[in-house]
């Protein structure tokens, strides 16, 4: 019985050993993907940077200025673009992403853009209305397929078919800390609100200089622009306020603006799946780690209870050999 126990003991130390094997390639892989996932999602800021500028720039330079993508819609029916895995082992990334979506998504009328294979079974268990499935594998989602995504998001948009595009992904913060975002991407209401405070900040400056004329110097000194955040600033200088009214768009200033926008909703887009796919492989390498740990810890103690069962049968198999020899002896 003790030898029959000894080996089923040393059989599960080796499987054990086995799937340590496994569980620690898969964390190295995770290590070196995530690397390259990280270089990708920093090399797209200056893109996004010059875009993002851009379209500010001829925002704040038309008065009469009107786009499609930035005034809304009456439509009420949400666009999620629901960003996940395309495989599980990675802890709770997927888990904590449904239940972020489903918070989002409660008491709205919706469909659902997935991206990831574990999005597309997710959602498809719930019946839920797929806009598209082209994309179901986020790890191979590439920077012409962000063009070709953006495009159809904006053709439907202004088609009428959605009032409203949100995009759920899950932001990487560090190695160790992995949190579901979302980020509004449709209609561009930031550009609507930093023209709108712009031109508060244009009327606070000529009401400081009529009260000046006026006699309220001390007054019109201590006007201040209303506090934007940082990334919408709008305190600039005349000069350059002048050089911006002196751009010249062609064929116009709408129609540049409304071709730029695909193109840094793709850019948001394509940084959005690489920020993802490095945080499920931050996660997925946690996942493993642990899991590496846990069987060493295993094997630890499962060599330990080997040894002791082994030690209690050479001690037993002694016993019985001097008893045996006594009786013989008498």
Avoid at 45 to 71: A, E, H, M
């Amino acid at each position: 019985m003790a030898a029959a126990n000894m080996k089923a003991v040393k059989l599960r130390i080796k499987s054990v050993q086995n799937t340590m094997q496994i569980t620690k390639a898969m964390q190295l892989v995770a290590v070196s993907k995530l690397r390259k996932a990280k270089e990708l999602a920093d090399n797209c800021k200056p893109y996004l940077t010059i875009l993002r500028d851009t379209l500010t720039t001829i925002s704040i330079g038309n008065t009469d200025f009107q786009s499609p993508y930035t005034k809304e819609s009456d439509n009420s029916k949400w666009l999620y673009i629901v960003i996940a895995g395309d495989r599980g082992l990675a802890g709770g990334y997927n888990a904590n992403m449904f239940r972020f979506v489903e918070k989002e998504i409660q008491g709205r009328d919706y469909a659902i853009l997935p991206m990831g294979k574990k999005s597309l079974e997710y959602f498809r268990g719930k019946n839920a209305e797929i806009f598209t499935d082209e994309f179901d594998e986020v790890a191979r989602v590439s920077v012409s397929d962000c063009f070709e995504l953006s495009r159809m998001i904006c053709d439907a948009y202004k088609k009428g078919e959605f009032g409203h595009v949100l995009m759920c992904y899950t932001n990487f913060e560090n190695m160790l800390s992995q949190t579901p975002s979302a980020v509004s991407m449709l209609p561009l209401s930031d550009f609507a609100v930093r023209k709108k405070q712009e031109d508060e900040a244009v009327a606070t400056e000529e009401s400081g200089k009529t009260s000046k004329d006026s006699g309220h110097s001390h007054k019109a000194k201590k006007a201040k622009k209303p506090e934007l955040a940082p990334e919408y600033d709008t305190s600039m200088q005349e000069e350059e306020r002048r050089r911006f009214h002196q751009i010249l768009y062609e064929p116009g200033s709408e129609e540049v603006f409304n071709t730029v926008v695909p193109e840094y909703l793709a850019g948001i887009l394509y940084a959005s799946v690489n920020i993802s796919v490095a945080s499920e492989l931050a996660a997925r390498r946690m996942a493993m780690e642990s899991a590496t740990d846990n069987a060493e810890e295993m094997i630890e103690q499962l060599t330990l209870y080997y040894n002791r069962a082994r030690q209690s049968s050479i001690t037993q198999e002694i016993t019985e050999i001097v008893a045996g020899a006594e009786g013989g002896g008498k």
